[in-house]
């Protein structure tokens, strides 16, 4: 039985900055169904990574690939033409908004008919389908026709992650999603990820919290300074495995050595 096609597929990709490297011949794959979590210290490249793989600037070097075949994205709105969504830690929503409009923002429906050529958005439409959305995520949020100013900051951020998986059709990519919310809040927000795995589309986590990571990841790939160093099993590998790897106490020699020992 042949190997499943990953996704999306990261080969190799090198990206300096003047005299900085911020990537050094990293590679990633990501596959239907997962969770990988991408953790790195401060400066590992994980947002250099993100923003090769969403379009906001090429790559030096390498290839990306999306369902096996090599693509060249140029611009962020390249990578959604693909499906691909990110959700950013900004909590990236127009707060005197509904969640409707948040969701539909920059692709609202029109009517039908002449009225929609006259420029009438169908909100009966919208405000349906997002309620709908919301339902099938377990998205909590008392009334979608609250602004979104209204709402708690995990409700807020289930709404981003809402109007990313309802245009995603490959992966949704997350960076630090829980990292402005408490405790109830980034629950709520892991388990929409949860969510959004089990629909079948696969999710890339950044993020600094382990426990978190170790909570929700099926795969987790280690960054630093520039190269994805490892891959960590969360079933089986420790936080403190992943902190070693992360700050480089721990390396490819010091690991073969541990286990010929």
């Known amino acids: 039985m042949s190997a499943p096609t990953p996704v999306l597929e990261v080969r190799g990709v090198s990206k300096s900055f003047g005299a900085v490297r911020a990537l050094d011949n990293a590679s990633l794959q990501v596959f239907p169904g997962q969770i990988v979590a991408l953790i790195g210290d401060n400066g590992a490249g994980k947002s250099t990574l993100i923003n090769c793989m969403t379009g906001v600037f090429p790559p030096d070097s390498g290839e990306i690939l999306f369902d096996g075949q090599p693509v060249h994205l140029?611009?962020?709105?390249?990578?959604?033409?693909?499906?691909i969504e990110t959700v950013y830690q900004d909590l990236a929503?127009?707060?005197h908004l509904d969640s409707a409009a948040n969701i539909y923002l920059g692709r609202e429906a029109m009517k039908p008919g002449i009225l929609g050529k006259l420029g009438f958005l169908d909100n009966k439409f919208?405000?349906?389908?997002t309620a709908g959305e919301l339902k099938r995520l377990r998205v909590r949020i008392p009334d979608p026709r609250r602004r979104v100013f209204t709402l708690s900051g995990g409700q807020r951020q289930s709404v981003a992650v809402a109007r990313s998986v309802k245009w995603a059709s490959k992966v949704v990519i997350m960076d630090e999603p829980t990292a402005a919310l408490g405790v109830a809040q980034s629950q709520m927000v892991l388990d929409l990820?949860?969510?959004v795995r089990n629909s079948g589309i696969p999710v890339i986590y950044v993020s600094h919290n382990m426990p978190h990571v170790f909570e929700v990841a099926d795969r987790i790939?280690?960054?630093?300074?520039?190269?994805v160093v490892t891959e960590l099993d969360p079933k089986t590998d420790t936080i403190d495995q992943a902190v070693g790897w992360m700050t480089g106490s721990t390396t490819m020699s010091s690991s073969a050595g541990n286990e010929a020992a």
Do not use: I, K, W
Not at 77 to 83: C, I, P, Y
Not at 126 to 129: D, I, L, R
Not at 221 to 227: A, I, Y
């Open 126 to 129: 919208m405000m349906e389908e």
């Open 221 to 227: 790939m280690v960054l630093r300074l520039g190269t």
């Open 193 to 195: 990820m949860r969510e």
């Open 74 to 83: 140029h611009s962020p709105q390249d990578a959604r033409n693909l499906g």
């Open 93 to 95: 929503v127009a707060p």
